[in-house]
């Protein structure tokens, strides 16, 4: 009994003394870690801080004055919050542009804001000569109440905000002067002589090249661009990029300047989209005046086509030329002459020209493109030998050969349509095509219009207006004028019209008290019929109707 007892009272004793050691390390093992997410919440929060107005966010350099700097909050409590007031404090080189308070920047006004709602704090401020372009850190101070609360509340709110710089864009040729009937390389700089890059620019040619602010045609309409679109890139501050493209000069602009229309678009320091339009100048040459002979040259030539290419010799000297000998080579395999490359001219009199016409055929693989022409010329005049050799370039332009057939009345699902077929007999398709119905002598067919897009060159392409009446009711023979317009593929609009006369079917019997006089007449002659009819009638005697019966034998 004793040994039993010891044994129990050892028992107890070993499991107090083991119990505290489980207890007290206990809470160490199953205590969880701390939570990776912020739990404690106040009735603001602050969301952004920027240069510029609320919804406009500007660019901002050292120096600049009296420039706003807006600071974006939210009430995310549950309660309404009025009498809002902030002061700001900014690190050494900003200054207040408005009398300072306690030696902080004042917001402009003072603000209420529902629960769930943001608003915006504006401060004026100056920025000094010394500063840099970065980041900087100041520190707002924002005090308001609760509605239908007393007290005041107050919290302070550190945040970070970025001296932008200010981008300046310059565009322009690096060698404007350009020589007319040939085929120019231009080459354009883009420059910033901001402090702050212009991201991500991309410029493309005005879509309205060829007219001028007026909307009439300007000396670009002739002038052929191989390019319409270009990607520049980041442009950094003071830094510069170039881009650059062919542009083909017709003889007939010499001696002018060329403005050609570009639309920048770009990101600026505050991550705007700027779209801009510019022009970049060009000072077309004279034609050249050392020559005796002016050549006079063809602005296309079509592709896939054997043609003539007129070549015009104008004698510029009051003397005759005579025993002309000429030779052409064009720079392109792709475009051959189909015929002696070789004229010879007996005389050219006194300022007077003759023309020279060159059968000649362009592959598909030059199309698009501008095709250089060497021309050796080998003369007397005044008893001297002369030779000259000048040069010229015409622009291989695909053909695109549309007309208009099968135009007719159908009805689809209950609407009257005039339908039809384009057909592009040419060697390239043409774009952005419209067809137009109008009405024409007295038709009460409504204009109507539909977009039906590429024209292609190995399918008719087919179209289907709807159209109305402008009496509620379509019949009879309609005459209306066909308008179709579409694009090449330089963009240059084309428009092709014929007048053709769509039959509804037989117009509609007319009712009503109103009678023609064909159904006058009509009726005339059938009542006189029927009353001469009658008056025989009356008239004949009346003879006695004998029946003879057989007698029985």
């Keep these: 009994m004793t040994i039993k007892t010891i044994l129990i009272l050892a028992a107890f004793l070993a499991g107090q003394m083991v119990i505290p050691i489980y207890a007290q390390s206990a809470p160490e093992m199953t205590q969880p870690g701390e939570?990776?997410?912020?739990?404690?919440?106040?009735?603001?929060?602050?969301?952004?801080?920027?240069?510029?107005?609320?919804?406009?966010?500007?660019?901002?350099?050292?120096?600049?004055?009296?420039?706003p700097l807006t600071i974006l909050f939210s009430n995310v409590g549950t309660e309404d919050i009025a009498g809002i007031r902030a002061l700001l404090s900014l690190p050494i080189g900003f200054s207040a542009a408005t009398p300072l308070v306690e030696g902080l920047i004042e917001a402009d006004t003072s603000q209420a804001a529902t629960a769930g709602s943001s608003f915006t704090l504006t401060f004026y401020v100056n920025l000094?000569?010394?500063?840099?372009?970065?980041?900087?850190?100041?520190t707002v101070k924002l005090t308001y109440s609760r509605v239908r609360e007393n007290g005041v509340h107050q919290a302070f709110y550190d945040f970070n905000f970025k001296v932008t710089g200010r981008s300046v864009l310059n565009m322009n040729a690096e060698n404007p002067f350009i020589q007319p009937a040939s085929n120019n390389q231009v080459t354009v700089k883009v420059s910033d002589n901001g402090t702050a890059p212009i991201n991500n620019v991309d410029i493309s040619l005005n879509p309205l090249v060829g007219t001028n602010a007026?909307?009439?045609?300007?000396?670009?309409?002739?002038?052929?661009?191989?390019?319409?679109?270009?990607?520049?890139?980041?442009?950094?501050?003071?830094?510069?990029?170039?881009?650059?493209?062919?542009?083909?000069?017709?003889?007939?602009?010499?001696?002018?300047?060329?403005?050609?229309?570009?639309?920048?678009?770009?990101?600026?320091?505050?991550?705007?989209q700027i779209t801009k339009d510019r022009t970049v100048d060009l000072i077309v040459g004279p034609a050249n005046s050392n020559f005796n002979i002016k050549l006079s040259t063809p602005s296309y030539i079509m592709m896939g086509v054997m043609q003539n290419l007129t070549v015009g010799l104008e004698n510029l000297s009051p003397s005759k030329i005579s025993n002309v000998a000429i030779t052409i080579t064009p720079s392109s395999s792709d475009l051959r002459i189909l015929d002696d490359p070789r004229w010879y001219v007996n005389e050219i009199p006194p300022l007077t020209s003759t023309d020279l016409r060159i059968p000649v055929f362009a592959d598909q693989n030059i199309a698009n493109q501008a095709v250089n022409f060497d021309v050796n010329m080998q003369y007397t005049k005044d008893g001297s030998t002369v030779i000259e050799s000048q040069s010229f370039a015409s622009y291989i332009r695909p053909v695109i050969d549309v007309s208009v057939y099968g135009v007719q009345e159908s009805e689809i699902a209950g609407q009257k349509m005039i339908i039809g077929n384009v057909l592009n007999e040419g060697n390239i398709k043409g774009q952005f095509a419209i067809v137009t119905i109008d009405p024409l002598e007295g038709s009460t067919i409504k204009e109507a219009t539909?977009?039906?897009?590429?024209?292609?060159?190995?399918?008719p392409t087919p179209f289907n207006v709807p159209v109305q009446s402008t009496t509620g009711h379509l019949s009879g023979d309609q005459r209306v004028l066909v308008t179709l317009t579409y694009k090449d593929t330089l963009l240059q609009p084309h428009t092709l019209t014929q007048t053709d006369t769509i039959s509804f079917g037989k117009p509609a019997p007319e009712t009503g008290g109103n009678l023609s006089q064909l159904q006058l007449v009509i009726l005339v002659a059938i009542a006189a019929g029927i009353g001469g009819i009658v008056f025989k009638i009356k008239k004949k005697p009346r003879e006695a109707i004998e029946t003879k019966v057989p007698e029985a034998s």
């Excluded at 009735?43 to 660019?59: R, S, T």
């Excluded at 977009?451 to 292609?456: K, L, S």
């Design 214 to 272: 007026s909307g009439d045609l300007s000396n670009l309409q002739n002038v052929v661009i191989d390019q319409r679109h270009w990607n520049v890139g980041t442009v950094q501050a003071g830094m510069s990029k170039t881009f650059s493209f062919n542009a083909f000069i017709p003889q007939d602009i010499a001696g002018q300047s060329l403005h050609v229309p570009l639309t920048v678009t770009y990101f600026d320091g505050q991550g705007n």
């Design 35 to 67: 939570s990776p997410f912020e739990h404690g919440y106040n009735d603001v929060k602050f969301l952004d801080a920027y240069f510029g107005y609320p919804n406009q966010k500007i660019e901002v350099q050292p120096g600049d004055q009296n420039v």
């Design 128 to 138: 000094d000569k010394s500063l840099q372009v970065h980041d900087y850190s100041g």
């Design 450 to 459: 539909q977009y039906i897009g590429d024209i292609d060159i190995d399918a």
